[in-house]
């Protein structure tokens, strides 16, 4: 199946309907708020594929707890509504379920152009970004790969497409493989988005011919696409970030 123009298996797609839409579903709530509902027996960790599915981040002294459709409807009415994300449940028609899964994918995200640039311009990356056309197209097998991972991985970097790539490393990178300069139309440029206390908050590369790749975000439902540069920009554009260019060296 097509999703986001990008081949989908069918065990990827089974998977996330585990993540999206489980029998039972993570609610955030205050520890003394489950002890007086009597869920402190449901309480249970937090993988970052429902995390990711559910926007529970920041969750500070939160606990969660994982409830059935028919729990979940016994919750008061103020405990659902200050749920940060929306909670899905499957349709009896599997078909239906399937189609509500990538509606939620597509939802607000640009479909992956990584088969317009052609055989010839993946060849001419080879030398630079030996890994680019491997990675351009292709969904993560779980959450946690990111933006910083994606630009390190494209430039042969084993295996860093398969973690969350810290600050840390990605800046060492930078400052081993990379000089300042570039431009949006070779081979190689590494777009940097800081905010306003220099921290590195997103990183794209280009490939030529006015295309770039990156990864939106860190979930599951992320994958790492080429755009024309000008999308990449535009989909990077955050206030307070200033975007900077190195080249690949």
Known sequence: MLVLGIDVSDDLLTRWRDWLMPERQPYALAPGRAAELGLTGHIAPLPM????????????DDVVVWLTRAEARALPRDVRDAQPGAHRRPSR????????????????????????????AWRDLAGRLPRAEELAGTFPDA???NCFGTVMAAAGVPG???VWMQREPFEAWLAERTVPGGSDDEAGSVLVWR?????????????????AMHKPSQGWMSPTKVLTVREVKASARTPGRHRRRHRIV
């Open 49 to 60: 594929e429902h995390r990711d599915s559910f926007e529970l981040y920041a969750l500070g």
């Open 93 to 120: 028609d599997d078909a239906e379920t399937l189609r509500r899964i990538v509606a939620y994918v597509e939802s607000g995200r640009r479909p992956s152009r990584h088969r317009e640039p052609g055989a010839e």
């Open 143 to 145: 959450s946690g790969p």
């Open 160 to 162: 860093a497409e398969k």
């Open 195 to 211: 905010d306003d206390a220099g921290r590195v908050q997103h990183a794209a590369v280009t490939l030529g011919g006015g295309w």
